[in-house]
């Protein structure tokens, strides 16, 4: 098999892998390291799922993702609705932000309200996702006001929230801008990139969180 064919062939056994549901529906097909995703899937989480696990492959250089959502004729925007609100209902985050405003034109889900930190909109976001019909999702939420502090501060929140795990904080450099926390530096594996990652989303009064990290080569 040359490159490409590996590459195909990695990402169907990881599908594959992950149990997932929908997996004999997805497609793939590699040209020089570009992959294309094709098939049908249920909602926009599996189609973003399905991205996320080929992106993940080695060798892979960029990602189209060209599958298409089924959609039932008899989904109304109104079913797609409920669906989303019973998803945001079953959050980790709904005790702490509250009811949340939806509305849905044509499967684009647009949510509305309030949040602490980067982490809830994520979080808000992929459960509307997972509502069947669902095409698409656009945030509108907004932090709450009471979160906004300076960006020195916000900086300061990071490093303590940071400290708390095993990390070579002195190999890490956090700036802030406007709410917006860019991480750059070094870490050990991918394991900690994702946990420095989370970490900075959970924090309240980050807005987003940009990520430049680098792994360290191992010598």
Request: charged share 30%; with cysteine; hydrophobic share 35%.
């Amino acid at each position: 098999m040359n490159k490409d064919e590996i590459i195909e062939k990695n990402i169907k056994e990881k599908l594959e892998k992950e149990r997932m549901s929908y997996g004999a529906d997805v497609n793939v097909r590699c040209i020089n390291g570009y992959v294309t995703l094709y098939g049908i899937v249920d909602n926009l989480s599996e189609k973003n799922y399905a991205q996320k696990i080929a992106e993940s492959v080695e060798g892979v250089k960029k990602v189209e993702n060209n599958i298409t959502i089924a959609i039932d004729s008899k989904i109304t925007d109104k079913d797609i609705k409920q669906g989303v609100l019973r998803n945001l209902q079953n959050s980790k985050f709904h005790e702490e932000i509250g009811e949340l405003g939806v509305d849905v034109t044509d499967g684009t889900v647009t949510l509305y309200g309030k949040i602490n930190n980067a982490q809830q909109e994520i979080e808000s976001i992929s459960q509307a996702a997972q509502a069947m019909g669902v095409k698409s999702v656009i945030s509108k939420l907004e932090l709450n006001k009471e979160h906004k502090i300076d960006d020195v501060s916000l900086v300061n929140l990071v490093v303590q929230k940071l400290s708390r795990y095993d990390l070579s904080l002195p190999d890490l450099v956090i700036t802030a801008n406007n709410g917006a926390i860019t991480l750059s530096g070094y870490v050990n594996n991918l394991k900690e990139k994702e946990l420095v990652n989370e970490a900075a989303q959970s924090v309240n009064g980050v807005k987003k969180v940009i990520n430049h990290i680098k792994i360290r080569e191992k010598s």
